[in-house]
């Protein structure tokens, strides 16, 4: 069984950071593309960040110079940090797992961010 868990989400003010995390366990290659996609009320989800099993990145604009992922293959793990953040990235932040043709997802974690 996979699994896929987020943690570090919370409550910040604006100009802020926060580092986010995921861990994939289960029965799954050591290394795997993965990324975070966020929901704001009201929108649908949309992609922040990916990596791939190369260590390759890429952002949403909105988010490009201010977050950052990155992987520790090792733990099968991958991090978001967010700095400067702005009321606009208030929303739940979702972690994808990529294995063949198949997408896991975490169950998310909030993050706030206040004017």
């Known amino acids: 069984q996979v699994q896929v868990v987020e943690s570090g989400g919370g409550s910040v003010q604006a100009g802020g950071s926060l580092r986010l995390s995921c861990e994939a366990s289960?029965?799954?290659?050591?290394?795997?593309?993965m990324g975070w996609y966020r929901q704001a009320p009201g929108k649908q989800r949309e992609l922040v960040a990916r990596i791939t099993s190369g260590g390759s990145t890429d952002y949403a604009d909105s988010v490009k110079g201010r977050f950052t992922i990155s992987r520790d293959n090792a733990k099968n793990t991958v991090y978001l940090q967010m700095n400067s953040l702005n009321p606009e990235d208030t929303a739940v932040y979702y972690c994808?797992?990529?294995?063949?043709?198949?997408?896991?997802w975490g169950k998310g974690t909030l993050v706030t961010v206040s004017s």
């Open positions: 994808n797992l990529k294995v063949l043709v198949r997408d896991y």
């Open positions: 289960g029965s799954i290659p050591r290394i795997n593309p």
